[in-house]
């Protein structure tokens, strides 16, 4: 699947790929090359660690450089009135009798936890393109949905701060 990204997250990925390349692995090159000279490697509990977090540097290094080359690239080009991309989006919700707030990303940014929804996700599109008063059906399963009303949508300051780094 590949994933889908706005331009900025891919400006943000290869800002963090310059720096694993240029300063992180740099220094964990000279701290697997001093640790080993410590002796016994068999025994060199440091040196296993300092191989290990070089190994995660490249390995995180090509999984964003396979994210980029896969990449689709999505534009937001809904009005300012409704929901999309980096917009923070309030639903109520009468089955639970509860108000929900989202912020739609993309998925490389999605992080329920922390009310990030990707646009990829069921709330995300069925919110997508629809305005403050709308009702929109929630599609979860072939068996299960349900109906959410939008009562806000805002520009998310959020969404332009939060962090790749869900690794």
Known sequence: ?????TR???????????H???????ELLEEVKETRAQGDLSENFEYHVAKRAKNQN???I???ERMI???????DDTAGDEAGINKKVTIYIPEDDEEET????????????????SVES???KALLRHKVGDTVTVRVSADYSYQAVIRKIEESEDAETASLRNY
């Open 62 to 64: 090509r999984f964003l």
């Open 122 to 124: 069921p709330v995300g």
């Open 20 to 26: 694993r390349k240029l300063v992180l692995r740099p």
């Open 58 to 60: 490249e390995s995180r």
């Open 1 to 5: 699947m590949n994933n889908k990204l």
């Open 69 to 75: 080359k896969t990449a689709n690239i999505i534009e």
């Open 8 to 18: 900025r997250d891919i400006e943000e990925m290869q800002a963090e790929i310059d």
């Open 102 to 117: 989202y912020t739609i990303v993309s998925t490389m940014r999605q992080n329920s936890l922390k009310g990030l929804i």
